[in-house]
């Protein structure tokens, strides 16, 4: 086989095993993606089906019949258009007799015996026939003004470079439907004269459901099934191989699985996203098409290269060649590793200006304020996401890589009572990070309480409801790379969600159920908790002061319940690890921190009455903040935190205030004084009247 033993991609591997074992082989996954290919210095992509029958001539197949829906059963090769018909015609009619000419086909090999046919010609025509189907983009022209046009010049498009071949179809038969195909490919893969193979195309389109088929798909199986049994042994022509039938489908799910489960004859081999090892052969043959072919410094080639290869994984080959088409469309040019990395960030999330680039140190440095503003009296979370937001535009690391993919941005831990800011913190950061509040994705864990929810986030098994939709999470962060992603009350999820994360935390990768890769490097995930807050150390009539009980015994309390929690009910204390330092502790509310929280709804008032109504309201001094602040003293109110608050100001002051404007309707631009009367009840009046 003249593939290059440097970009063989491992399916190829596999399958070339299984067919030397005797078994014939269902590709299923990337199907529709293009293949590296090298033969005799010309280097190219080509789509699987030229794949399969290139590998399938250089391994001693002398016949390869192809069958699909729309082009019915035919030969791609136009030079086995003879062959074909000989073999369609002896099928229909056995008794004719061979169709090779060999006295004694099971010693004799028809491809170097008998008379010359476009399915047994020489070793040496197939080589010349492939030289043409491959032409060389590096050899050397045997025109010398040619030679001097091409040297001056880069080639003006990628894809004239990458690609090679033809998937035509010649020679093509009108035997579309598969109840008149199947028995000619039963014909071809039962004979033992001519050493052949069958390749079926997009299996998965030809039924349609895969848990109940009608009678005519459930015979176009049963007859796929005889292939497979009957599939004539060629031992002493084959090396052990069998007449081999090749099945692709671009979705196994598609498929009966009572075809395939279990089946001793029948291999699966799932056709993955390119590999490290094939990216790198893709760059190196193409990497003119992306950079200055000129650049003669070997260690910056290599680190552009090496930055190519670490930061596209998860794309297909169309995709990098769309890539390298971008360069060329667009005029981008790369003349460093940090072009390449751009362009390649660029092409992946759509984005020519990164988020986290946007910062700057005035931006860091007002970043505290501007989340005040928001979040009340939790200044170590606050400083601690501040610290996130410099390390990640900074991007000083530990880990010496080039890599885009990676680990998260940050990931934090929120832990604390209920009401005190965790939400809220993290949609003040998504706001500052990326410029609105929405780009943050809410995961509400307790939809996530059985078991089997799990599938939720990463999608259906093949086979099951649901697996076309793919996950929730995964789809989510392909689409959007920029985000920020909240697990909100954790402790709600059943243990085998918190699995799912291990990926996450540790590479910032997690593959869906259809083996696609989501990737989190851009992301901000925020996991919140109540655990604990239901054994505050607070005793009952105790009263919550500015300095008691203090910070430290409420964040002792809390990380104390989030370890045993891990540790104990989990039993997961390898997720524990993985936070760390990042598990922040909200303090309790404070009665110093009730106005603050206080003047936050009060402001939201405002901004909604003159949206809604034009109407400018005034809060009149003592009055609706030193109502609330006396409220909240007492007795427990302080342990549910601002939500307390907030239901305070919506039974005090927000229905009362909307039932005087449906009474008196005052007209629009009008001042509204906004005050608490001596039965500590709202008083309005409009001003000037």
């Known amino acids: 086989m003249d593939f290059s033993e440097k970009i063989l991609p491992g399916w190829l591997v596999e399958m070339d095993k299984q067919l030397r074992r005797g078994k014939h082989v269902l590709l299923y996954g990337n ?19 030229e794949a399969l029958g290139f590998y ?19 030969v791609p090769n136009p030079e086995q258009e003879d062959l074909f018909n000989q073999m369609i015609r002896k099928s229909a009619n056995p008794s004719r007799g061979s169709c090779s000419g060999s006295s004694d086909p099971r010693t004799s090999d028809p491809r170097t015996s008998g008379p010359q046919t476009a399915g047994s010609q020489t070793a040496e025509s197939r080589d010349t026939s492939h030289r043409d189907a491959f032409p060389s983009s590096s050899s050397p022209s045997s025109d010398p003004a040619a030679q001097d046009a091409a040297s001056e010049r880069r080639t003006p498009s990628i894809r004239n470079r990458m690609e090679r071949g033809s998937d035509g179809n010649g020679g093509r038969s009108n035997l579309k439907l598969p109840n008149v195909a199947l028995p000619h490919i039963r014909s071809f893969l039962s004979q033992t004269e001519i050493p052949s193979a069958a390749i079926i195309e997009y299996s998965d389109k030809l039924f349609s459901d895969a848990q109940r088929q009608e009678q005519a798909e459930r015979e176009f199986l049963i007859q796929l099934k005889k292939i497979v049994k009957e599939a004539a042994d060629l031992q002493e022509n084959m090396e052990g191989r069998r007449n081999a039938l090749i099945i692709t489908a671009s979705q196994l799910a598609a498929i009966p699985s009572w075809f395939y489960q279990e089946h001793p004859l029948l291999a699966l081999i799932r056709i993955p996203f390119p590999d490290v090892k094939e990216r790198r052969s893709f760059i190196e043959g193409f990497f003119d098409c992306f950079a200055d072919p000129f650049i003669t410094d070997d260690s910056c080639k290599k680190e552009m ?7 596209t994984d998860g794309l297909t080959i169309l995709d990098l060649m769309a890539l390298g088409t971008t360069c060329s469309s667009e005029k981008i040019k790369i003349a460093q590793p940090a072009d390449m990395k751009n362009v390649i960030a660029y092409y992946r999330y759509g984005e020519k200006i990164d988020p986290w680039e946007k910062f700057n140190a005035d931006t860091i440095r007002s970043a505290p304020q501007q989340i005040q503003k928001r979040v009340i009296g939790q200044k170590n979370a606050v400083d601690a996401v501040v610290d ?24 934090f831990f929120f832990v604390g009572p ?23 994705r809410r995961f509400d864990m307790s939809e996530y309480a059985e078991k089997h929810a799990a599938e939720k986030l990463t999608g259906a098994p093949p086979g099951y409801v649901g697996y076309e939709e793919g996950g929730q999470l995964t789809n989510f962060v392909r689409e959007n790379p920029f985000s920020l992603i909240l ?29 696609q890769t989501a990737y989190f490097s851009q992301s901000v995930i925020i996991f919140t908790s109540n655990i604990g807050s239901d054994s505050l150390p607070v005793q009952a009539g105790d009263k919550i ?61 405002q901004i909604s009455a003159k949206e809604k109504r034009e109407l400018t309201l005034v809060f009149e001094e003592p009055g609706i903040r030193e109502m609330i602040e006396k409220e909240m003293c007492v007795g427990e109110k302080l342990k549910y935190g601002g939500r307390r608050i907030r239901t305070l100001l919506e039974e005090k002051i927000e229905k009362p205030f909307n039932r005087w404007i449906f009474e008196n309707d005052p007209p629009a631009n009008s001042t509204l004084s906004l005050g608490i009367n001596a039965e500590n009840e709202l008083a309005v009046a409009i001003k000037g009247q």
């Open 31 to 49: 199907v529709e993606d293009r293949f590296l290919i090298d033969q005799n210095g010309s280097f190219g992509t080509v789509g699987l089906t």
């Open 388 to 411: 996130m937001l410099i390390t990640a535009t900074i991007g000083i690391t530990m880990l010496r890589s080039t890599r885009g993919t990676g680990k998260p941005k940050g990931v």
């Open 305 to 311: 290269i090496d930055t190519f290869v670490q930061q």
């Open 418 to 440: 209920t009401g005190v800011g965790k939400t809220e913190l993290a949609k003040a950061l998504a706001e500052l990070i990326f410029g609105d509040e929405n780009r943050m």
């Open 56 to 74: 399938l001539e250089q391994s001693g197949y002398a016949f390869v019949s192809h069958y699909d829906l729309v082009d019915g059963l035919h």
């Open 545 to 605: 002061t500015d300095s008691s009980p203090s910070y430290e015994d409420i964040q002792e309390h809390f990380r104390s319940k989030v370890r045993d929690h891990f540790l104990f009910e989990l039993k997961r204390p390898e997720i524990h690890n993985r936070f760390g330092d990042n598990i922040l502790v909200f303090d309790l509310l404070r009665p110093i921190h009730v106005r603050g929280i206080c003047e936050k709804f009060l402001r939201s008032f």
């Open 487 to 515: 697990f909100d009350e954790i402790e709600k999820a059943h243990g085998l969600i918190m699995d799912k994360f291990l990926q996450i935390l540790e590479d910032g990768r997690l593959t869906d159920s259809k083996g």
